[in-house]
């Protein structure tokens, strides 16, 4: 499968994004300081940068993000937010949302190492959708892992309010689909939403 190694203080620089909407609050890059002159960007460039950036956030690649697309505008009501209640859906980004995993790249690696339950049963497929009322358990095993100790320990970081969070038994509930107003990142998915309708 493809990866993407490149370094993430330098690719959210280049998306204007916080490092922070991903997880990580330490990292920064002192890369081309002067690089604001930049020449004017075409409408087109800018509809490609708000679908980069929704990519990376999320860890999706393009076949992939392109499929959601579909879905989305399959789906009754407007597309961009339909688009963007899929992505929020996504099991890695739920663990990530309940504070399990430090960052969407964490959650994704414990979601496939199978340390997580869906109503009762293992799922280590990171994009698999949850739905409302679907309950996301810590597996009794892991539970003894020090990642998992530490966090009933030091506690949980506030947590979206479509999720319910019961800290001592390490599990989460879905309660709502998410919102628009739900999104911790400024975006604006109507120029995704052109840039598949060219």
């Given at each position: ?93 739920v663990v990530f949302r309940l504070g399990f995993g430090k960052s969407r ?91 598949y309708s060219r």
């Amino acid at each position: 499968m493809a990866r993407n190694t490149q370094p993430i203080a330098k690719r959210c620089k280049a998306l204007d994004i916080s490092p922070a909407v991903l997880g990580y609050s330490n990292k920064k890059t002192t890369r081309n300081p002067g690089g604001e002159r930049r020449r004017k960007v075409s409408e087109y460039g800018l509809q490609l940068k708000e679908k980069q950036k929704v990519r990376f956030i999320y860890g999706v690649l393009e076949r992939q993000f392109r499929r959601y697309y579909k879905r989305a505008v399959d789906m009754r009501g407007v597309t961009g937010d339909n688009l963007m209640q899929l992505l929020e859906r996504r099991l890695d980004n739920v663990v990530f949302r309940l504070g399990f995993g430090k960052s969407r790249r964490h959650a994704r690696q414990l979601v496939t190492h199978g340390h997580f339950l869906v109503n009762g049963r293992k799922v280590d497929i990171p994009s698999y959708t949850v739905d409302v009322d679907d309950v996301i358990t810590v597996r009794t095993k892991s539970r003894e892992m020090e990642h998992f100790k530490a966090l009933r320990e030091g506690g949980f970081n506030i947590v979206p309010k479509w999720l319910s969070l019961n800290a001592d038994e390490l599990k989460g509930t879905v309660v709502a689909l998410p919102t628009r107003e739900d999104l911790d990142f400024p975006l604006q998915e109507n120029m995704i939403v052109e840039f598949y309708s060219r």
